[in-house]
């Protein structure tokens, strides 16, 4: 009997720790669910994207500052030597953060922050995140935040027609220990320089000549058409039996639509455009292109290359007369023209504007232009003449011995012989 109420005493009391422990985990997490900041609809409430004139973004590696005029209508990347921004990406990052809503919040402990990298850059040797600051023009920092880990998820809302989605932890601040989580992997903020560039640049159409210098001038080459009409380019500067050879350069597209990579900061221009390629460009349109292109060696072998541009232009003042053209027809035509040479020097104007920096391309924008003469260029062994022969040397005949000529005598005059001299008289004896 004592056995068995000893028994019931441990049963009752290892019931009644279980009643405990378990109201215990319940207060906690109700606890963890309401402690920090109150759950919200929205991440940044009440932002004011407008009085936005600064974004600045950090990580372990990189810092980018976006600078937007007082009008909002444009912007510069600081680190790139104030060259334009694109304000396409401003846009769509305005507009994101404004809309921006919670999906779901954790309570986070220091301690665990580097685990979903949310740490702020220079506070922590590992699981940095990006950090963003909005300011205002007067360069208080309106809102700051750090984007950290992203979540791939499987389903639910955050899923698009693929089956998968993507979630990011951001921290507040002023949030405390509370980590929001959000249904968008904000790849547009990131803290790289050369993504927040403009990356509008020239483009090369309807090329009539072309012509490349490079250091080793013999290796140079000039091609060019008379007409756009025209789908094969010649060689210019060819010499007897020379000839393009078509399947070596692909002309019609060159530097059509290029795209850059990066700018170059004014201190390292010089040496990016050192051993440069001299390219001039004419088209029909009146355009003039002077561009310098380079490749310059890398750390990981494969070769950075440089470009830099300048433009010209000269474009028709009036159209060309028309035989009998009726008014209404000649009127017509006048707009239609003014309107093509409105465009061309709108043009102009904004390619103009890249004349200052140097451009960092990938090797397919510029392969063409590294081509040598040798390589493009096709002999036709038949249309080349034949080397001269040199005349063989003239050697002295060597003499032959004199041979008997039979030679008529020559006729001597024999002189008369003087007659002989008169005997002396001999003395008669006495």
Do not use: C, H
């Amino acid at each position: 009997m004592k056995k068995i109420l000893t028994l019931l005493i441990i049963l009752v009391g290892l019931v009644g720790a279980g009643l405990v422990y378990q109201k215990q985990q319940n207060e906690g997490l109700n606890t963890a669910a309401n402690r920090g900041v109150k759950t919200r609809e929205m991440l940044l409430p009440d932002l004011d994207i407008q009085g936005i004139k600064k974004i600045r973004l950090k990580d372990a590696t990189s810092e980018t500052t976006v600078k937007i005029s007082e009008d909002g209508k444009s912007a510069t990347v600081l680190e790139r030597g104030g060259y334009p921004a694109s304000m396409d990406r401003i846009s769509s990052v305005r507009s994101e953060l404004y809309q921006q809503r919670i999906a779901n919040k954790q309570e986070v402990r220091k301690g665990a922050w580097a685990e979903i990298k949310v740490q702020p850059p220079g506070e922590a040797p590992e699981g940095v995140g990006t950090q963003v600051e909005l300011s205002d023009a007067g360069g208080k920092v309106i809102k700051s935040f750090v984007l950290g880990k992203t979540i791939d998820t499987a389903g639910g809302r955050t899923s698009n027609q693929f089956g998968g989605g993507s979630q990011r932890f951001v921290r507040i601040p002023e949030d405390g220990d509370t980590i929001w989580v959000v249904s968008n992997p904000f790849t547009d903020l990131e803290a790289k320089p050369d993504s927040w560039l403009d990356k509008a640049f020239i483009d090369i159409q309807k090329i009539k000549e072309i012509t490349v210098v490079p250091p080793q001038a013999e290796e140079g080459w000039k091609v060019g058409r008379k007409t756009d009409a025209e789908l094969e380019f010649a060689l210019l500067d060819a010499k007897v039996g020379e000839a393009l050879d078509g399947t070596k350069l692909a002309v019609s597209n060159l530097l059509s639509t290029p795209v850059f990579n990066d700018v170059v900061t004014k201190d390292k221009t010089a040496e990016a455009l050192k051993g440069a390629i001299k390219v001039n460009i004419v088209t029909f349109e009146g355009f003039v292109y002077d561009l310098l292109v380079a490749k310059q060696p890398s750390e990981d072998g494969v070769g950075r290359f440089y470009l830099s541009v300048k433009v010209t232009g000269n474009f028709p003042k009036s159209r060309p007369p028309v035989k009998d053209e009726k008014e209404e027809e000649k009127k017509k035509a006048d707009e239609a023209f003014a309107t093509q040479i409105k465009g061309l020097e709108s043009k102009l104007a904004k390619e103009q504007k890249f004349a200052d920096w140097v451009f960092e391309v990938s090797e397919y924008t510029v392969n063409n232009i590294f081509k040598k003469r040798s390589e493009i260029v096709k002999v036709d062994a038949k249309a080349t003449p034949a080397p001269a022969v040199a005349n063989p040397p003239v050697f002295p005949t060597p003499t032959a011995a004199p041979s008997a000529v039979a030679t008529p005598p020559i006729q001597v005059p024999v002189a008369p012989t003087p007659p002989a001299p008169a005997a002396p008289a001999t003395e008669e004896k006495k």
